[in-house]
């Protein structure tokens, strides 16, 4: 596996052979970023990897300074996983001058949910992927489905920008417990992992709740009681959501609750010092 650290050097090992798959990352891997180079390689192109903790996604207070770094470790899984090649940049060579030109993603869907909790966030995001996919120029781009918003507007981006690039979603890979994998998952005390599930059991919980919900007052009050649910088990929530998969608004009418294979639940909450975030489709 080559491992590349220069743009100079990137450009160098992609100006000759097939267009490769990206699989973008911040680092300290794990199963969940394995599956990922995995759904790449089905693609039959070279895959190329990115770690890069990207600091324009992180917010005053956040974690960008205690983020794992963990090159050493991930450019061995990679290799593991038959990654073809690594792009590990430092700051300074993805941002050679101050990023003043910044993506600013459409806030009907960036500024709900973690948009609203994280200000910023998203523009950052998005600034740093479509920097990447015009280094790389890849034919297709894998992301992980764990961050749904992310993914809904990296797809919105793509196709609003005409870039020649697929963006493929993977769903969330979860433990044996089903909490699903994170980098973040790190941060967590043994008595805190041991409780983490409960969020997607909470998920689950709003998910069989919401069709049998009368009208959408009724929706609202289950959002509210499986909040206070977590509260009531240690946890401080940010959200828990049912929204439409199609642009990640509420629903607008009561019997959009009752269509099958239309709606998705998510949830933000923070245990002890670390904030999880999860999902589920329904």
């Given at each position: 596996m080559q491992i590349l650290h220069s743009r100079a050097s990137l450009r160098e090992a992609l100006s000759s052979g097939p267009r490769p798959v990206l699989v973008p990352t911040m680092g300290n891997l794990h199963a969940g970023h394995l599956a990922l180079v995995a759904r790449a390689r089905e693609l039959g192109a070279p895959v190329i990897a990115s770690v890069f903790v990207n600091r324009l996604q992180f917010g005053p207070g956040e974690d960008f300074e205690r983020y794992p770094r963990t090159l050493p470790r991930d450019a061995h899984m990679l290799e593991q996983a038959g990654c073809d090649m690594l792009f590990a940049p430092d700051e300074s060579e993805m941002y050679p001058a101050p990023q003043t030109f910044h993506v600013l993603p459409d806030p009907r869907l960036a500024g709900e949910l973690e948009g609203a909790s994280r200000p910023g966030h998203f523009e950052g995001v998005t600034t740093v992927v479509l920097k990447l996919l015009q280094l790389v120029q890849p034919s297709a781009a894998v992301f992980g489905k764990k961050d749904y918003q992310?993914?809904?507007?990296?797809?919105?981006?793509?196709?609003?920008?005409?870039?020649?690039?697929?963006?493929?979603?993977?769903?969330?890979?979860?433990?044996?417990?089903?909490?699903?994998?994170?980098?973040?998952?790190?941060?967590?005390?043994?008595?805190?992992?041991?409780?983490?599930?409960?969020?997607?059991?909470?998920?689950?919980?709003?998910?069989?709740?919401?069709?049998?919900?009368?009208?959408?007052?009724?929706?609202?009050?289950?959002?509210?009681?499986?909040?206070?649910?977590?509260?009531?088990?240690?946890?401080?929530?940010?959200?828990?959501?049912?929204?439409?998969?199609?642009?990640?608004?509420?629903?607008?009418?009561?019997?959009?609750?009752?269509?099958?294979?239309?709606?998705?639940?998510?949830?933000?909450?923070?245990?002890?010092?670390?904030?999880?975030?999860?999902?589920?489709?329904?």
């Open positions: 992310q993914w809904m507007l990296i797809r919105a981006m793509v196709e609003q920008f005409a870039l020649p690039v697929r963006i493929e979603g993977l769903d969330t890979v979860r433990d044996s417990d089903g909490l699903a994998l994170s980098s973040r998952n790190g941060y967590l005390s043994p008595a805190e992992r041991a409780s983490a599930p409960q969020l997607q059991r909470a998920l689950r919980e709003l998910a069989s709740r919401a069709p049998a919900c009368a009208d959408l007052e009724q929706l609202r009050q289950a959002q509210a009681q499986a909040e206070q649910g977590l509260r009531e088990l240690g946890w401080e929530p940010d959200y828990l959501s049912v929204r439409r998969r199609a642009d990640l608004q509420a629903p607008a009418r009561p019997e959009e609750l009752r269509r099958e294979a239309h709606l998705v639940v998510l949830g933000a909450a923070r245990l002890g010092r670390t904030r999880l975030i999860d999902n589920l489709e329904f």
